[in-house]
């Protein structure tokens, strides 16, 4: 199932310059106000994590270079199971 990707405004990615050491593997820009502006407007896509907001994105290779996206992934469990120290049991 292919979901939409989700650009982030006010952030560009380039590929390296040819001249750049090889360690280097691109750049990123970020233009402030374009990315605080594009936040308020897109809340549902911040993260909470120990209580702070957080925008995840990955960072990804095409045609075209270097590019990020939103990570809109989701796990469908938040708590999976542990195996208890008081037993020998499996959880399954």
Avoid at 53 to 76: I, P
Wanted: proline letters at 9%.
């Amino acid at each position: 199932m292919s979901q939409e990707k989700i650009y982030p405004k006010g952030i560009i990615c380039f590929d390296k310059h040819p001249k750049q050491p090889d360690f280097v593997v691109g750049s990123v820009v970020i233009t402030p106000r374009e990315l605080v502006d594009w936040l308020k407007e897109n809340p549902s896509l911040l993260t909470d994590y120990k209580g702070s907001k957080q925008l995840k994105l990955q960072v990804l290779r095409g045609g075209k270079g270097l590019y990020m996206t939103v990570d809109t992934f989701k796990a469908s469990d938040p708590h999976p199971a542990t195996i208890s120290d008081s037993t020998d049991e499996l959880p399954f």
